[in-house]
């Protein structure tokens, strides 16, 4: 849920829907331009200058988004294997069984 919840926020596509324009910070009105590691949510850079991130690690919210594209693409593909695994089993329980 932690992921799906992280995917949403860092959906790139969702963020700049609409007529080209980006989200905006709820605090500062200004563009949603990085992601703050420690919070894992996308922030502007008016918050990362602020008591609240000024310490965190920062990075630009595109290269945070390919990192976790790349992470969910690797779970992605062990749920399939594991899948195809358990589809394997079940075809030879099921041939056993008949």
Known sequence: AKIIEVAKRLSLKAAR???????LCEKHQEALKLFCEEDQTP????CRESQAH????????E???EE??????????????RREKLLGLKTAEEGKSL
Request: hydrophobic fraction near 45%; charge should be positive; proline fraction near 3%.
């Open 17 to 23: 829907g609409g007529a080209g324009g980006e989200k």
């Open 43 to 46: 922030i502007c850079l008016v």
């Open 54 to 61: 000024r310490l965190h690690a920062v990075v630009p919210i």
């Open 68 to 81: 976790h594209k790349e992470k969910f693409q690797a779970h992605v593909q062990l749920l399939k294997d």
């Open 63 to 65: 290269e945070a988004a």
